[in-house]
């Protein structure tokens, strides 16, 4: 089956995917506004798709509480695709990717290959500090960002298009 032809029965699949974004920063955790930039970016971008948000969450930079909270979202039935921002960079703090690697059945590396070289004709050798993810775990797509309001535009923007596509072909 031709590329195209995978799109287009993904497009049959699911029109509208269902999205839990989960923000990992542990200073808006304690902070008391809770100001959440990164995961309206991301909830603005998954509705101009006309996608839909049905879990949004924030927890500190916890490789358990990270966990947990992945878990419940890929437990959930009526979740397709897990967006994680925040705790991607080099900092002994940062422990998203750490956290959510050993829960995917596949990673697809292209994408944080892809987002790298994006993000480096965009702000040149500081997005080398940073890493991404897309991985399938129990049949829900991951994606792994980095916290920040451009990073997060610029990874969803890159593979939001494709979603229905990865959904289709990892559904059981």
Same mark, same amino acid.
């Given at each position: 089956?031709?590329?195209?032809?995978?799109?287009?029965?993904?497009?049959?699949?699911?029109?509208?995917?269902?999205?839990? !974004?989960?923000? $990992? @920063?542990?200073?808006?955790?304690?902070?008391?506004?809770?100001?959440? =930039?990164?995961?309206? *970016?991301?909830?603005?971008?998954?509705?101009?798709?006309?996608?839909?948000?049905?879990?949004?969450?924030?927890?500190?930079?916890?490789?358990?509480?990270?966990?947990?909270?992945?878990?419940?979202?890929?437990?959930?039935?009526?979740?397709?695709?897990?967006?994680?921002?925040?705790?991607?960079?080099?900092?002994?703090?940062?422990?998203? !990717?750490?956290? $959510? @690697?050993?829960?995917?059945?596949?990673?697809?590396?292209?994408?944080? =290959?892809?987002?790298? *070289?994006?993000?480096?004709?965009?702000?040149?050798?500081?997005?080398?500090?940073?890493?991404?993810?897309?991985?399938?775990?129990?049949?829900?797509?991951?994606?792994?960002?980095?916290?920040?309001?451009?990073?997060?535009?610029?990874?969803?923007?890159?593979?939001?298009?494709?979603?229905?596509?990865?959904?289709?072909?990892?559904?059981?």
């Amino acid at each position: 089956m031709s590329y195209e032809e995978h799109r287009a029965k993904a497009a049959e699949f699911k029109k509208r995917l269902n999205f839990a !974004i989960i923000t $990992v @920063s542990t200073s808006r955790f304690h902070s008391s506004e809770k100001r959440d =930039e990164s995961g309206e *970016i991301a909830k603005k971008i998954v509705m101009s798709k006309d996608h839909k948000v049905v879990g949004r969450w924030l927890v500190p930079d916890d490789i358990v509480k990270i966990r947990r909270k992945v878990l419940q979202a890929m437990d959930d039935p009526k979740v397709d695709v897990i967006v994680i921002s925040g705790g991607t960079g080099p900092s002994k703090t940062d422990v998203t !990717i750490k956290a $959510v @690697s050993p829960l995917l059945d596949k990673e697809l590396p292209g994408f944080g =290959e892809a987002f790298r *070289i994006e993000g480096y004709k965009e702000i040149g050798a500081p997005a080398l500090l940073s890493s991404s993810m897309l991985g399938i775990a129990n049949g829900k797509v991951i994606v792994c960002l980095p916290g920040s309001p451009d990073g997060v535009k610029l990874g969803l923007n890159l593979i939001i298009d494709e979603l229905p596509h990865i959904a289709y072909l990892c559904s059981p």
